[in-house]
C-alpha cells in the first residue's frame, strides 16, 4: 500500500471520531455549511441534463459532513456522477405534494398505511427496471422516542447533507430540513438515503438515524427516502433497500461518482408541500 493510499485509509478511518463534532442534519444545532456532493460543480447552472446548482438549491461549497474537504471520499479527482437527461413531475390530484423524478422512473400511488392522519400520501418511486429506489409518506404520525441503550448505540457518518425548504415542526431534538446520506457502523458500513430534522444522536453515536421531517401541528410527519430509518444490521438479516459498504471509501464514491445518488439526490431536493 502506498503512502498516499495509507494516508487516505487513515484519513477515513478517522472520520467516525470526528463524526461527534460535526452538524449536517443529524447531530448538532444545524449551522454547519453542507458539501455539495452530487451532479455537476455547484458553480454550474441547473440544466435538464445537470444537477441543480448550490444557488438554486441553497447548498454551499465547503467542509464535508464527516469533517473534511468537499471530497468525502478523500481523493481530489474524484468525478461527480451525471443526473438524467430529462425530468418529469409528479403530483398528487389535490396538487399539494410535487417532486421531480427522471423521465423514465415510475412513480405509483399506492394506500396509505394504517394510522396515517386523513389525505395522506403514500407514493413508491422505482427506476426503469422497476427496481424499488425510495418511498414518499406524508401524514405520519410522530413516534414516541424509542429507548436507546448505550451498548446498543454505534458510530455513524454524515456523507453528503444539503439544506431542505419544507414546512416542519421546529423544538428539541429538531433543526432545519437536510437531504441526507447518512452511513451507520456495524458488521459492515450500512447507508440510506432521505429527508430528515431529526437529530442523530450525541457524540456521533446512534441506534437509528431516521429518515423523516416532523411537520408542523396537525399536519403529520414526512418521509421520503429509501427506508423510514437506518440502523446496523445483524449478519443473519436483509439489508436491501439500505446499502452495504465494505469501507467508507465505497460509501462516499456512491455518493460521489454513481449517478443513481446524483438522481435521488435532485429527486429529494425537489420535493414542494404546501402548507
Known amino acids: 500500500m502506498t503512502g498516499k493510499a495509507m494516508a487516505r485509509r487513515a484519513r477515513l478511518g478517522a472520520a467516525f471520531i470526528v463524526a461527534a463534532a460535526v452538524m449536517s442534519g443529524c447531530s448538532g444545532d444545524g449551522k454547519g455549511q453542507p458539501a455539495w456532493t452530487a451532479g455537476s460543480s455547484p458553480s454550474e447552472s441547473s440544466t435538464a441534463g445537470g444537477t441543480p446548482s448550490a444557488s ?28 438524467a ?25 399506492v394506500a396509505p398505511d394504517q394510522g396515517t392522519l386523513p389525505g395522506a400520501l403514500k407514493v413508491e418511486v422505482k427506476d426503469a427496471k422497476g427496481t424499488y429506489l425510495a418511498t414518499l409518506q406524508t401524514g405520519l404520525p ?32 429538531l433543526i432545519t430540513p437536510h437531504v441526507v446520506f447518512r452511513v451507520i457502523q456495524g458488521y459492515k458500513y450500512f447507508g440510506s438515503f432521505g429527508i430528515t430534522n ?64 446524483a438522481n435521488v439526490q435532485r429527486m429529494l431536493m425537489s420535493l414542494k408541500i404546501k402548507s
Open 56 to 83: 438554486a438549491t441553497g447548498a454551499t461549497p465547503g467542509p464535508s459532513a464527516t469533517g473534511g474537504q468537499p471530497s468525502a471520499s478523500g481523493t481530489e479527482s474524484a468525478s461527480a456522477g451525471a443526473t
Open 85 to 109: 437527461a430529462a425530468w418529469k413531475v409528479f403530483s398528487d390530484p389535490a396538487k399539494v405534494v410535487s417532486f421531480e423524478l427522471p423521465q423514465d422512473w415510475i412513480a405509483q400511488s
Open 142 to 173: 410522530s413516534p414516541s422516542p424509542a429507548a436507546c441503550a448505550d451498548a446498543a448505540r454505534r458510530p455513524y457518518v454524515v456523507v453528503s447533507s444539503v439544506p431542505l425548504d419544507l414546512p416542519h415542526r421546529e423544538g428539541d431534538g
Open 198 to 261: 431529526v437529530v442523530g444522536g450525541s457524540d456521533g453515536k446512534a441506534c437509528a438515524l431516521q429518515n423523516v421531517v416532523r411537520g408542523p401541528e396537525g399536519k403529520g410527519d414526512v418521509s421520503f427516502g429509501d427506508l423510514a430509518a437506518i440502523r446496523a444490521f445483524a449478519a443473519d438479516e436483509k439489508v436491501a433497500p439500505a446499502k452495504a459498504f465494505d469501507t467508507l471509501d465505497q460509501a462516499a464514491r456512491y455518493v460521489n461518482e454513481g449517478s443513481e445518488f
